[in-house]
């Protein structure tokens, strides 16, 4: 029924079109008519600032719409660091319709029983205080969606992203801009690194960007005009911050150190003893999560508390890392490389607007939301942003819609990242809630931290501050020693039951969202509403815990997947792909 409800009121929202309608000038041209049509002003139809996931993915959605674009990066090269790695159902099946992206991420992942667990221990080769599989049958059965989830590095997702651009005759220019010619009509199918936008000016015809870059020493400019502006740069965004757009919500939940490193040793002992995918370490000399991206390449990421001013990320040279390390891991390792280490804040908030200066400035990504790392929804969000974006700006520029169509993506986008942040907060929380089991409660050592930094601690000398804050936190540690935490020890019994009834019960950190990942739906946007669902203006609140998908037929939500079966050859078939129910 929900499929008749949709065509009618199509065919009344198509005949009674309005000024506000963002497909009032909607035309009887078929969207591959769209994909050919190559009259454009001027200047530079859509330029993207970042060329992290999103700003690729939008790149490559624009291009293959023969939207003409460019990108500028200001790195100068693309990071080697591993960074985000979940890739869940609904981006995979983006990937899906991008020339075999997803199969060839599901070829070059790791298998999925190297990372199918979380594992909580005293150390890599001591006890294990419990693990939890987030992969249940349903998942390899592939029923409510073509493709399952995976688990692979950013680094290398956008090796394959820039693989499929230089397809597209997308290439990539080195940060002096010598092969760059400084007409801003030649910008178009390039990816210009070394360059950081410095001003946006808005004008009548769209937008001028200014954009500095060294060349031979010198710091140089160069002006790029375009109609629309996309920022995808990521947390700290410089457009969002030169426009002027604040972020709402939770600020520094937490500081940590990411040390990125290598290790075969401790990959092969993994793949044999307990492979697995987070490994949530306590120990009395050390705390972290290590982060296995890879096992047969031994490549890690080690997530440390950190807590400055006390503590400096100068402190944590390479020799001290090793040691950390070692601790974590239980005993020496030969082969340890440490390849980078930096500092990263943990921020719950969402921006004010996703769309500013009249429609023409864009804002995707982290950009427009960052999350606590807890589920993986900061770059899976952020590539549905730039899904939900391309076709739109598509109809825009080939004037089949009204740029009125533009604020159709901030009232979808912008209540599916407000939803996540708030998921994925709960899920951060349900984190917290193993160590705080076994006698090191966080919001304990947030409110030691605090004084220290606020309170009386605060007139101590730096070095006193430093001692103190650490004095406090190897006693915490201590809760942790092997007299204490074991079942012969009444407090520690009791500390065990405890961590074993959060892993029964499912109420530590979670992986997968099925329910929010496929059944997310928009309530207002490009879509025609039913009227008569009653239900339409109620979000479900997330329990934070993992609930089965349910496939709906409504507008705004994504069309159920259905494998269809052809009965006899015809030339004449016609694909329904999981895609959003409009």
């Not at 009344?12 to 963002?22: A, D, Q, Y």
């Not at 990816?191 to 710091?219: Q, R, W, Y």
């Not at 030169?242 to 993994?270: A, C, P």
């Not at 030969?334 to 009249?358: G, L, Q, R």
Request: proline share 5%.
């Amino acid at each position: 029924m929900g499929l008749f409800r949709f065509l009618r009121g199509l065919k009344g929202f198509l005949r009674t079109r309005t000024k506000t309608n963002p497909f009032e000038n909607i035309s009887r041209r078929t969207f591959s008519e769209v994909q050919t049509k190559k009259k454009y002003d001027e200047i530079l139809p859509v330029l993207i600032v970042g060329a992290g996931p999103v700003g690729l993915v939008l790149s490559i959605l624009l291009t293959r719409l023969g939207v003409k674009c460019a990108v500028l990066e200001k790195s100068r090269a693309f990071s080697q660091h591993p960074q985000a790695h979940f890739i869940n159902n609904r981006t995979m099946e983006i990937f899906r319709k991008m020339d075999g992206l997803a199969e060839e991420i599901q070829r070059l992942q790791p298998p999925v029983d190297l990372w199918r667990k979380f594992i909580y221990c005293t150390s890599l080769s001591g006890s294990i205080l419990g693990s939890v599989d987030h992969m249940q049958p349903q998942d390899f059965e592939r029923v409510v969606s073509p493709v399952s989830v995976a688990h692979f590095s950013q680094y290398k997702l956008i090796r394959l992203l820039l693989k499929q651009l230089e397809n597209l005759n997308v290439h990539v220019y080195n940060c002096d801009g010598s092969q760059v010619p400084n007409h801003s009509t030649m910008e178009e199918s390039k990816i210009l690194m070394g360059h950081e936008c410095i001003s946006i000016n808005p004008t009548t015809d769209g937008i001028i960007v200014d954009a500095a870059f060294f060349k031979e020493g010198k710091v140089m400019k160069r002006s790029i005009q375009c109609r629309i502006l996309v920022g995808s740069d990521g947390a700290g965004s410089t457009v969002r911050k030169l426009i002027d757009i604040d972020m709402k919500g939770e600020r520094d939940l937490q500081k940590l150190v990411s040390v990125h490193f290598s290790s075969k040793d401790l990959g092969e002992y993994l793949l044999c003893q307990r492979p697995g995918m987070l490994f949530f370490i306590f120990n009395p000399e050390a705390i972290g999560v290590l982060v296995a991206h890879d096992l047969n390449q031994g490549e890690f990421v080690l997530q440390i508390p950190f807590y400055p001013p006390q503590q400096k990320i100068e402190d944590y040279s390479s020799k001290v890392c090793e040691e950390l390390i070692f601790k974590l891991v239980g005993k020496k390792l030969e082969d340890v490389n440490v390849i980078d280490v930096k500092p990263w804040v943990m921020h719950a908030e969402v921006a004010e607007k996703f769309v500013s200066c009249n429609n023409r400035v864009i804002l995707a990504g982290d950009s427009a939301h960052r999350f606590p790392p807890a589920g993986g929804f900061g770059m899976n969000t952020g590539i549905q942003d730039a899904h939900n974006l391309a076709w739109k700006i598509a109809f825009l520029l080939n004037n089949i819609a009204s740029p009125s169509i533009l604020q159709t993506y901030e009232m979808e986008r912008k209540p599916i990242a407000t939803f996540n942040t708030k998921l994925s907060v709960e899920n951060f929380k349900a984190a917290m809630s193993v160590p705080a089991a076994l006698g090191l409660d966080p919001a304990v050592a947030n409110s030691v931290y605090r004084v220290i930094n606020s309170g009386v601690g605060s007139i101590l000398p730096s070095g006193l501050q430093k001692a103190v804050l650490e004095g406090i936190f190897a006693m915490g540690r201590a809760q942790l020693s092997q007299p204490l935490l074991n079942e012969n020890n009444p407090l520690g019994s009791a500390r065990l039951s405890k961590l074993r009834s959060i892993f029964d019960e499912g109420k530590s950190l979670q992986l997968q969202f099925p329910a929010e990942d496929l059944g997310f739906r928009y309530l207002e946007g490009a879509l025609v509403p039913d009227i008569s669902d009653k239900a339409r203006d109620k979000i479900e609140a997330s329990s934070g815990r993992r609930r089965d998908y349910v496939p709906s037929s409504e507008p705004g939500s994504r069309l159920p997947h259905i494998d269809l079966r052809v009965l006899k050859a015809s030339s004449n078939i016609v694909y329904i792909g999981s895609d959003m129910w409009r």
